[in-house]
């Protein structure tokens, strides 16, 4: 899953270790999921937009979004 944690946290001048006390989990989880190797659960997702004040949608990509076509955001096959 493409994200923009990383760009989030910079312009807040915010370490890993920062954003991770401000969430509840470790260092090393903020940077598994900036790296993309780790998807926050659903709850987490929620918390991090809170802490940034913007849609889960404008943090969290999936990655096959654009493969799809969009299909999925725009509500066809629903």
Request: without cysteine; aromatic residues 10%.
């Given at each position: 899953?493409?994200?923009?944690?990383?760009?989030?946290r910079a312009e807040l001048d915010?370490?890993?270790?920062d954003l991770a006390a401000q969430l509840g989990v470790s260092r090393q989880t903020v940077n598994a999921i900036e790296t993309g190797k780790y998807d926050p659960s659903l709850p987490l997702a929620f918390s991090i937009?809170?802490?940034?004040?913007?849609?889960i949608e404008e943090i969290f990509e999936s990655e096959g979004k654009a493969a799809a076509g969009g299909l999925a955001a725009s509500g066809a096959g629903l």
């Open positions: 899953m493409k994200n923009r944690l990383r760009v989030l915010w370490s890993q270790a937009a809170r802490t940034f004040n913007r849609h």
